[in-house]
């Protein structure tokens, strides 16, 4: 089984619609993200967690919104959805960091979740 | 902050050719730097990581990298390539250290790398 889930896989909707993405991992992660991924942009950061309590915006976190339900699931919403909306989706997730400045925990990536807004 | 700028959209090449993907970084504070590759239809996974120590690190699927901290340069190589490397590679950076900004990536545009029989 895959250590982080994306759902769905492909979604399609319409232009303001309301669309939740989900993630779940069994990683024991304390950390996850949101990225969307544009071609020729790279992937850039909507949201982020440290853990339950703690969430931050992203360089991009306009007209989006996101709820840590608990430390194994983190869901990103689309409140009403619009067509420049239309991406690739990547959640990922990381350990806490156990060491000093020097350390570095790697991330893990989902499947992502092509979202289509008509 | 931190940028990243992929120098190549795209890299077309044989099979058993080399191959270099060129990735520069601008940061005002020391960095992480990281190569991803996304396979089609697949997420990122980790190829190799630059966190301090030796400038030539090595990667999975024999893949490498060199940091060059005078030109701010973290170009990915690999001496004969496959079809199977045909994917999409992601230069990334990371800022080293405590505060909310550890642990966030910040990725360049991607080159896509496709080669051919």
Redesign the interface.
């Known amino acids: 089984d895959a250590d982080?889930t994306q759902t769905p896989r492909n979604r399609i909707t319409k232009t303001g619609k309301r669309i939740m993405l989900e993630c779940s991992q069994t990683k024991g992660h304390d950390?996850m993200?949101w990225?969307r991924q544009d071609p020729?942009?790279?992937?850039?950061?909507i949201y982020?967690s440290?853990d339950v309590k703690d969430i931050?915006k992203?360089e991009i976190s306009d007209g989006y919104s996101v709820s840590r339900q608990a430390q194994a699931k983190f869901s990103l919403s689309l409140e009403s959805a619009i067509p420049n909306q239309t991406a690739l989706y990547?959640c990922?997730t990381?350990d806490r960091?156990a060491g000093g400045?020097?350390s570095?925990?790697?991330?893990f990536?989902?499947?992502?979740t092509r979202l289509t807004v008509l | 902050a931190q940028s990243?700028t992929?120098l190549d959209?795209q890299v077309p090449v044989f099979e058993e050719a080399p191959v270099e993907l060129r990735c520069n970084y601008s940061s005002s504070v020391s960095v992480?730097l990281f190569w991803y590759v996304q396979y089609p239809?697949?997420?990122?996974?980790?190829l190799l990581?630059y966190?301090?120590g030796s400038t030539l690190v090595k990667g999975i699927n024999g893949f490498e990298a060199e940091f060059n901290k005078s030109q701010t340069s973290f170009h990915l190589r690999k001496p004969s390539v496959h079809i199977s490397d045909t994917a999409e590679y992601?230069c990334a950076v990371?800022a080293?250290?405590?505060g909310?900004s550890?642990?966030?990536?910040?990725?360049?545009?991607?080159t896509i790398l496709t080669v051919h029989p």
């Open positions: 982080v950390r993200y990225y020729g942009l790279g992937l850039r950061l982020y440290f931050n992203g990547f990922a990381s960091l400045p020097s570095y925990n790697e991330q990536f989902g499947p992502g | 990243v992929q959209s992480y239809n697949q997420g990122l996974q980790l990581k966190l301090s992601f990371s080293p250290g405590g909310t550890y642990g966030k990536l910040t990725f360049g545009q991607g």
